[in-house]
């Protein structure tokens, strides 16, 4: 999953893609803000391509797919804001046909939960603080992960663990 950031401030979504096609925009954002479908467009080209290249080099490590359809999928984030990203990744899941689905975050608008609930099968966040100004608010080190950190982990994870029946988690 990729956000789309506004074009005059990435941290800010006003949307998100994902594999197979999906885009979730935010239209009271894009409206608020006056992005125009050109920029919006832009933005999407440039983190679908981004989307392209984690995708290639992170299938490195687990090349073997799973069969979703009839299973758990547990869509993680380390906080919520708008939803955007989230919705994106629980409509991969579902494109996919899982059997259950399921979000989990510690943090999280109360909006964006309400959201969620509609798309996924439960919704488990620890706190919905009704002061909500960003993510990095709740956290004392908010650094970003890389996409090396992550083809380092999975490096890891490949070499010590034996592939689930069916496929793994990071088919």
Request: hydrophobic content about 40%.
């Amino acid at each position: 999953m990729r956000k789309l950031g506004a074009p005059f401030q990435p941290e800010l979504a006003m949307g998100a893609i994902g594999e197979d096609g999906i885009r979730v925009l935010d239209e009271t954002m894009v409206r608020r803000l006056r992005i125009s479908q050109r920029r919006i467009d832009e933005v999407e080209a440039r983190e679908r391509q981004r989307i392209e290249e984690a995708s290639e080099s992170f299938r490195t490590y687990r090349p073997v797919g799973i069969a979703w359809q009839n299973r758990t999928a547990i869509v993680t984030d380390d906080g919520i804001a708008t939803g955007s990203t989230v919705i994106a990744a629980c409509q991969v899941a579902r494109e996919r046909q899982v059997g259950h689905l399921v979000v989990a975050a510690p943090v999280a608008t109360q909006g964006a939960v309400a959201r969620l609930q509609e798309i996924a099968d439960e919704v488990v966040v620890v706190s919905t603080p009704a002061e909500f100004m960003s993510i990095s608010q709740f956290y004392e080190d908010f650094a970003q992960v890389t996409d090396d950190e992550v083809a380092r982990l999975l490096q890891t994870v490949n070499q010590s663990h034996e592939p689930l029946e069916g496929g793994d988690a990071f088919g």
